[in-house]
């Protein structure tokens, strides 16, 4: 079995000499097989830790704002100390949200044209987006039968990878 490396979370040490090209330092992880059960990532400190923290001054600027009896004459001060973690939050769900619809709409033109090479069709226009992404983990041998099968019986993503038998990874997502 052929170990493929690829590149987890900026929140790792580094590997061996591997330099981010922005010097943000990433741990080279070897994995023998992508499926499933291990195709989900997750960023900690993005998805668990950055949102919590941001939570936390938010929570903590409404009990200073609570505290300081909400005088009309101390506007200046406490108004900015609640809009700026609210800002924080919106930046960080949407630099997410952004970044995923960018990806999405990259991965439905590259199996658009997978399936297109394949099969010298489009893919079904009835495939939602998310039966889509999950198309893109099965193998070009089973790309066409799942994709027709997912329009006929409405699969989930779910469902459809689970249905896969080669697992076509994908290491470059963000």
Do not use: C
Not at 54 to 67: E, R, T
Not at 118 to 124: A, C, I, N, Q, Y
Not at 143 to 160: D, G
């Amino acid at each position: 079995m052929v170990k493929i490396p690829y590149f987890q979370g900026a929140n790792q040490f580094p590997a061996s000499s591997f330099q981010h090209p922005q010097t943000i330092k990433h741990k080279l992880i070897y994995m023998s097989d992508q499926n499933f059960k291990n195709h989900g990532r997750y960023v900690p400190i993005w998805h668990f830790i950055t949102p919590v923290i941001i939570s936390v001054i938010l929570g903590m600027s409404i009990i200073n704002l609570v505290h300081s009896g909400m005088q009309m004459h101390d506007l200046h001060m406490w108004l900015p100390i609640i809009l700026i973690p609210i800002v924080m939050l919106i930046l960080w769900w949407y630099a997410r949200a952004f970044a995923l619809k960018a990806q999405d709409r990259a991965i439905r033109a590259e199996e658009n044209f997978r399936h297109y090479v394949l099969t010298g069709k489009p893919l079904d226009s009835k495939l939602r987006m998310g039966q889509i992404i999950a198309l893109r983990f099965a193998s070009d041998a089973e790309l066409p039968a799942l994709a027709k099968k997912t329009v006929e019986e409405n699969l989930s993503s779910k469902e459809i990878k689970q249905a896969i038998q080669n697992w076509r990874a994908d290491f470059n997502r963000v």
